[in-house]
């Protein structure tokens, strides 16, 4: 028997197309559990494999999407934060339905640079970008030099690039709306608002306290994004004013916070209820489990993979808001 050498002549002993050897050689679930067994068995009994190399040097392409996590300095968040993992591992499985590969970036400092190194040196064909740190302009001067890229983050009206994110106003809103109708008066609101995410949800938690008429018990609480500056600047607040409610803007911000209201033997959610953002699977197992904002997180990717990929191909990509859902547990 002739071995088959290329996707030609798996496809011709196949049955099939070309792009559908491919893609089955690829396990895309767009292509039948039949056909793809059929196409494997044909491949591994000729001892036939993709050569990726000769595929980008014909098609001038790398079929790999770079994922870059833009961790600002001082945001306290780290790769290990079980938002970012999630997400990222839903862009992982988008991007293999759409037959790319992935790599992976993180940087302490943005650098646009270096982040368009990517796709210049044919290393990815497009850029997904995990937030908008507190450095605006590093983005804007990416989206200068016409790369392909989507964010992760909250559309403004200055932005220059497309986002894909959770109404975060709203978000914001139906936090502190929850908390108001459980009885509790005095609010206070924890996050770093020097990122537009954060920044926003704080405008709907602001939202929530004018249409019912209240106004902060503390403003201006920065806490960053992890559990330790979440205790810290709870057991600060305890010493320094009266309230009732704490709306978070990440869970693990809520997590540490509920730490230090229990060391002070505060009850939740009578003497202090807590809400969080993001709905980390651990958000339900903690005692109590957190009333949380959940992002979708699994169709956000789903809007980033398929956005980027319009970009690659000369496609506009525009702003995707996804809708936010209150989930409420024992903290509230």
Not at 63 to 82: E, K, R
Not at 88 to 114: I, K, P, W
Not at 159 to 177: F, M
Not at 230 to 236: F, M, S
Request: proline share 3%; net charge neutral.
């Amino acid at each position: 028997m002739k071995r088959a050498k290329t996707l030609a002549d798996i496809a011709r002993l196949a049955g099939v197309a070309e792009s559908t050897v491919s893609r089955a050689l690829k396990n895309s679930p767009l292509i039948s559990d039949a056909t793809r067994a059929r196409v494997h068995a044909i491949a591994e009994a000729h001892n036939f494999h993709l050569d990726s190399r000769a595929r980008s040097f014909k098609t001038g392409r790398s079929q790999t999407l770079a994922v870059v996590i833009n961790l600002s300095p001082g945001s306290g968040q780290v790769l290990s934060d079980p938002f970012l993992l999630g997400l990222v591992g839903c862009l992982a499985d988008e991007a293999a339905l759409q037959g790319y590969d992935l790599l992976f970036s993180t940087q302490r400092q943005f650098n646009a640079h270096q982040t368009l190194a990517y796709v210049a040196g044919r290393r990815a064909d497009g850029l997904l970008i995990i937030g908008q740190g507190n450095a605006p302009e590093s983005l804007a001067q990416l989206a200068g030099q016409q790369a392909p890229f989507v964010v992760w983050g909250q559309a403004t009206p200055t932005n220059l690039y497309p986002t894909v994110g959770t109404d975060n106003v709203q978000g914001g809103y139906l936090a502190a709306q929850h908390l108001l109708a459980r009885g509790k008066s005095a609010l206070v609101f924890l996050g770093d608002t020097r990122h537009p995410e954060i920044l926003a949800r704080y405008q709907g938690f602001q939202q929530a306290l004018t249409e019912a008429a209240r106004s902060e018990a503390h403003a201006d609480v920065q806490a960053a994004f992890c559990m330790q500056s979440g205790q810290e600047e709870t057991a600060r607040l305890l010493a320094e004013c009266q309230f009732d409610g704490l709306v978070c803007s990440s869970d693990l911000i809520a997590m540490g916070a509920i730490n230090a209201l229990q060391s002070q033997g505060k009850h939740i959610p009578q003497d202090v209820a807590v809400t969080g953002f993001d709905n980390i699977s651990l958000s339900q197992f903690m005692s109590p489990a957190l009333t949380t904002i959940e992002q979708d997180i699994r169709q956000g990717a789903q809007h980033m993979v398929q956005a980027v990929i319009a970009t690659i191909e000369g496609k506009e990509a525009h702003n995707i808001e996804l809708a936010p859902k209150l989930v409420v547990r024992n903290t509230s």
